[in-house]
């Protein structure tokens, strides 16, 4: 006899932090799934280089990541090095 699984399966849903500035959007995809908030890529257009965009970006997915007692595995390079500035959020990352 088939016996259905008292667990909803964990969906993972795709998305993206934006800020747009301008008539131009900046952004930092992300994945999450099974408790893990995954950091994947941020993009800033050329006109809006330089205003510290990508940080506000960083710092609105990880207080995002604390506030829903998520995990974060990032694989951003530009996220990484945003941790590395702001060591308060270490505690988030997935080891």
Do not use: N
Request: hydrophobic letters at 40%; charged letters at 25%; glycine letters at 6%.
């Amino acid at each position: 006899m088939w016996k259905r699984s008292q667990q909803p399966k964990q969906q993972v849903t795709a998305g993206r932090f934006e800020i747009e500035r301008d008539g131009h959007v900046a952004f930092l995809d992300y994945s999450l799934g099974a408790g893990v908030l995954r950091l994947l890529h941020t993009e800033v257009p050329d006109q809006l280089q330089g205003q510290g965009i990508a940080s506000e970006l960083a710092k609105s997915a990880l207080d995002w990541a604390r506030e829903h007692s998520v995990k974060v595995d990032v694989i951003c390079p530009f996220v990484d090095s945003y941790i590395k500035r702001h060591p308060e959020y270490a505690d988030l990352i997935l080891h």
